[in-house]
């Protein structure tokens, strides 16, 4: 069974259309990475599927249950939850803060979720009082990734999460994504860096000009050479 399934939907900005009737699914505990050029609607799919945009066709929903359109304070209590690529820390708290901020719905003690989160991410364990704005962009990349981990997800949705990090940093945070993963969380990526995230994957989507180009496994998707050609850089 898809625990998520996106059918035939239709978003953009405004009077803007940016997707023109896109299909997607992610089955309970598999890695989805979306690829394709600037542009192609990648970010503005996970912002629909997240209710940050309202569709104009189509339908979102999470285990057999319909939340297009729904406020993303109600779509993460449904278990799915969101790291977008810019803006996903608060630079001027602390680690142990913004954690405590992702599980904001929630009342009683957090400490058996902090545990989860440092087991992940042991780097933030040590630093859990540090400044997140003092910290490298790999660190808080994770601290971004650790917040949204806070309320147990189902599912996490990470857009572009090695942007603008170098390539030890990049891999580091590949490795934390196979971390979440066998921890049992379904994982869906937005990703410049195809070939790396691809190769996690258990399947991959090609998107271009707001339409679902090609559909595969991750290693089909890396050992097709029109795809490679067009969308992975050769």
Not at 180 to 191: D, K, T, Y
Request: hydrophobic share 45%; net charge negative; charged share 20%.
């Amino acid at each position: 069974m898809s625990w998520l399934r996106v059918d035939g939907i239709v978003s953009g900005y405004g009077d803007m259309e940016v997707l023109h009737g896109v299909d997607l699914t992610v089955g309970a505990g598999e890695i989805v990475t979306i690829v394709g050029p600037n542009g192609a609607g990648k970010s503005t799919l996970m912002k629909t599927v997240f209710g940050l945009l309202k569709p104009t066709a189509g339908s979102v929903s999470l285990a057999d249950v319909d939340i297009t359109g729904m406020a993303p304070d109600r779509i993460v209590r449904c278990g799915l939850a969101y790291v977008p690529q810019v803006e996903n820390v608060f630079p001027s708290l602390t680690v142990e803060e913004n954690l405590r901020m992702g599980a904001f719905i929630l009342a009683g003690d957090l400490q058996p979720r902090f545990e989860r989160v440092y087991e992940l991410f042991p780097v933030l364990r040590t630093r859990r009082k540090a400044c997140v704005g003092k910290m490298s962009g790999g660190e808080r990349q994770m601290v971004a990734m650790g917040r949204a981990l806070m309320l147990d997800p189902e599912l996490i949705m990470l857009d572009e999460p090695s942007a603008a990090l170098a390539p030890g940093l990049a891999a580091a945070i590949f490795e934390c994504i196979s971390t979440i993963h066998e921890a049992g969380v379904a994982v869906l990526i937005v990703e410049q860096n195809a070939r790396a995230s691809l190769a996690l994957s258990d399947r991959g989507y090609v998107l271009a000009g707001g339409l679902k180009r090609f559909e595969n496994t991750g290693p089909a998707l890396l050992a097709n050479e029109h795809v490679g050609r067009l969308y992975l850089g050769g």
